[in-house]
């Protein structure tokens, strides 16, 4: 195992095991008699487990949305209505409404570029409308392809007709805007009231799926990647897991910094110069209660991570000299000082990997008692 010293298991680590290098000094003739020694500590017992440990890095990070999304106008009138910030806009709802009709959401990265009608040259465009009709339960005589078929004509009739659109059987621009998937609103770009024209951004928003950002400098985003496990920390304590889904490509400058005038954001000279920062995104897995928009969370990036180990808690380290370790194996009223090997130090779960002369899985180690 590569024993990693205390200063190279981070400062986290170190505080963590700040209390057992506190209560490490115990009586000589205790610990030769193996009997329990005598310490001004409480102390309880904990397992020696056999699991997975990780070393992660923390940052800063904000809990919000996924993705973003503009709302682009396909065709002209008056804007008649708006959703409602923070309103999930999906697939078969209205995105808007213009001249009293609503104009319909659909799912797709291509936008509307030309009406859908009977004798149209084939297209990819065709084959993103064919597979809404199908979600949406229309056509079920219809092929998705890229072909408008005359079982393409009736599905949009049926569809028409349960939307309370002109029943028509074609689809012109300005009745339906594609967007990739649902859209949490979050911002509106026209008043209701105003004229719409095509290529105008109507509203903006984000996907409904939960998500962190975080911002990394330059230097460290060659040390994470797409499918990067992370734990994200919430607000009020509790934790959730998640995979990192996005790696900024390009680094931005930040707006914070200051000028060759001295006038920085700390009162202090930055000599010009802005810090880049490059984005991640994180999708987290599992329910966040009392979910607030916006909110600094902590994320631990996993930068190693070892499995199937021998792990003890964190404060069951006792420091001898050298920053070397032991811990102290209790079998009912006697006890084994066993020196160990240090690996990786999980702060999050508050284990640290340990290997040592007949420690093994289910035995109990000393630690202090919760409150001492």
Known sequence: MRRMRAAAATGIALAGIAGAAGWAVTSGRAADSGQRPVTG???????????????????????????????IATGQGTLTRLPSVGQVVKRGEAAYEVDGSPVVLLYGRRPAWRAFSSGMTDGTDVRQLETNLKALGYGAAMTVDRHFSTATYWAIRAWQK????????TVPLGQIVFTPAAVRISTHDLKIGTRVQPGTRVERGTSAERAVTAQLSPAEIPRVRVGDPVVVT???????????????AVAVPTSGGGDDSGNGPDGGGSGGENE?????????????????????????????????????????????????????????????????????????AGL???????????????????GS
């Open 41 to 71: 500590v409480t102390t309880s017992t904990a397992a020696v487990v056999r699991t997975d440990v990780a070393q992660r890095r923390q940052v800063n990070g904000t809990l919000g949305h996924a993705g973003t999304y503009d709302v």
């Open 162 to 169: 349960d939307a309370r659109l002109t029943v028509t059987g």
């Open 234 to 248: 919430l607000p009020e304590g509790g934790t959730v897991r998640g995979k990192i889904t996005v790696v900024g």
């Open 276 to 348: 880049s920062i490059a984005p991640i995104t994180i999708k987290v897995t599992g329910k966040i209660r009392g979910f607030l928009d916006q909110a600094e969370v902590q994320v631990a990036i996993t930068e190693e991570a070892h499995e199937d180990v021998l792990a003890v808690p964190m404060t069951a380290l006792r420091a001898l000299p050298g920053g070397k370790y032991k811990v102290i194996v209790v079998d009912g009223t006697a006890t084994r000082h066993v020196p160990v090997e240090t690996g990786l130090f999980d702060e999050t």
């Open 352 to 370: 640290v990997e340990v290997e040592g002369p007949g420690l093994s899985e289910g035995q109990k180690v000393e630690v202090p008692r919760d």
